[in-house]
Structures are given as C-alpha cells and as structure tokens.
C-alpha cells in the first residue's frame, strides 16, 4: 500500500473540514467510549504530512547533544497513558462573530492511549545547562503558512511547526509528558505524527508536536509564530495570554442533539474533562435559567483523560426538552454560559446546549 492510500483509509470515518492540510472532525460516536478508536481520533494539521528521516535530534543548551531513533526509543523504559487531546480551536463555530481560523464544530476531541518514552528521561540523557528557560520541539512538517499573510520575507513563507513549553514543565516527572511512537497499540500512522511525536497531557493540544524531527534547550523565550503569532487569546478587553491549560468542559454524548425519545426514564450520559482537572461536578439543568441538577460522575481512569457522567431523567412530558450539561473542575472553574470571545477563537468552553423530543 502506498502512503496516499494508507492515509485514505485511516481518513474514512471522519468529518473532514479540509482536505489540505488535512484537517477532521471525529464523528460524534467517537466521544462514547473511553478510548477513542485511533481511525475515528481528529486530525489536525497545519501543514501537508512530512517525509520523516527517522532522527530526532536532541541538543541545544545541552551537555551531551544526541541523536535517537525509533529503536533508541524503543529501547528505553515504556511509558503508558491514557490522554484527551482538545485542539484549542475546537467549539470555534460556535463563537460570534466569528474568528478567523479552521471551522471547527465541537469534535475536535478525542482520547487515545499512548506509549512511549517519558520526556524528562531522554532530556536527563542530554543534560540541560543552568543557563536553560523554555524546551523547543520541531516537527517535520513545514510550508507557506496560509493564516500569515504572504511576506517578501521567505522565512516567514516557509515556516517549521514549533513549539516551546517550559524547561521546569519539560523535566517534570509528574507532568508526565511522553515521546510516544504508538497510538492504541499500533505505530503511529501518518496524520498522527509518525514515527513519533510529543503528547502533553492537560495542555490544548497544539502542545502536542507531531512528527517530532528535533528538541533543543533554549536560553531565550521562543517567539515562533505558533508559539507568540497564533494560539494566543486575543482577548477584546484584556492583555493578551498564550493559549495552555485545556479549558474545563462536558459534552452530552447520548441523547444526540434533535434526537427523538419514547416518554419514559432515559440515562443522559457524557464526557468532561479539564487541563485543571479532575472534574469534580458535573450537573445538568433540563430548563433555559433553571434549576442544576446533580449527576453521577465517575472517578477518572488517570487524570489525562475525560470522565464519564450520567443522569437518570424522567422523560415523562410530551414535547420539547432542552438539556444543558456543565461541569467544574478541582481549581474551581465552571464554564461559563457564553463562549469567551477572543479573535482567533480559541478555548470556546460553553456550556453545550441540545434539545430532544418526547413522544
Ligand atoms: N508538527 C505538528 N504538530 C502538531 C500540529 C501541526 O500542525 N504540526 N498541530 C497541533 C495541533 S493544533 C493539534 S490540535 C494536535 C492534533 O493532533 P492530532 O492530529 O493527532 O489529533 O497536533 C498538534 N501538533
Ligand atoms: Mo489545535
């Protein structure tokens, strides 16, 4: 199978928003199960799918510049988890008026079960100086950015995707950042950053460097376009703030919106999750304005991944019900009623309203 036929199959169960770069929605089953299947896992890229040449090259302020390969990896002690990846952009549609940027609808989630090398081990290899701020990761993929307008300067036309996350954040243990090289138990295809790529629990997912080609320690803060450019909140009223922490939210996954019900007991049931998480509340109101409802909110598997809540509902009335669903988390954020509007339309967190009809 070539590659353009390998990437079609593992392209056929999502919505896709645009065929190039490629970029999809899951499809809303996907949000059901705890493991998202890796098929049904949103895709989104800025750029083409990159060659890769099968070297990650670590250096930079660094003792002992290296460079790893698959089976480097591979060799070192496997790490496992379970993490929910939300690209920043998800719930863009829903802002007004509306941001510039991929038209996302509120599917770009999904979780997946990830193995690979913890972060902090490989950068112990390497040896970060003191003089070290921030961590930089490359991805392979590159190109003429479509978001930036097109300059004389030729840098600015041929852009890396780059991201920077903290020295201290990259060298934590309990951040539990890994290199992973599988998805769901299988290498890594080619939408997903293969061979390898970064994942960093709890941050929107712009984070997470796919088709990671090199790492360097830096001594200054990095000022990339995807780093200070976009995946910034341009708040109307307030300074600017780089986007990070996934942004509390719960999704409704069953009733699915406009759904038609037999009157009778019917279990809602959904997902939240939270980069300040865990959830601890999860409630669910069935009139505009009105009362809060308590549901059942399951333990978290890990705390990188969604959890599940469900509420017994007495269907009894005929007609029209809208439901709402809202969830806190343990720092104490709610999400708010209305989308938090900023210009490139990032961290839409609202609560999610749907309505049903009882027969
Ligand atoms: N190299 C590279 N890494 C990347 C991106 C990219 O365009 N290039 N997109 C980021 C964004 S914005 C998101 S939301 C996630 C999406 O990961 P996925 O396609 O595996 O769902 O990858 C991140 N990593
Ligand atoms: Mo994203």
Redesign the pocket.
Known sequence: MDRGEDLEMTRAGLTMINPAPYNAEAPPAALADDITPSEL???????AVPEHDGRLEIGGAADTPTTLTLEDLRAMPAREAAVT?E?AGNGRLGMQPLPTGEPWGDY?V?TARWTGVALHEVLERVGPQETGVEVLFE?A?HGAYHLTPILADTDRNDLS?MRALPLATAMDPAAEILIAYEMNGQPLSG???GPFRLVVPHWY??A????LRRIDVLTEPFAGEFQTGHYIYQWPDRPHEPVRLMRVRARITDPTPGAVLSRGSYVVRGKAWSGTGPITKVEVSLTGEGEWHPTQLEPPNSTSQWQNWSFSWQATDVGRHTLRARATDQAGNVQPDVPPWNRLGYGNNAIEVIYVDVH
């Open positions: 896992h949103y895709v989104r890229s800025n750029f990846l690209c770009a999904s991805g993929d995707f939408d997903h950053g997912a712009v997470s460097v796919k088709w």
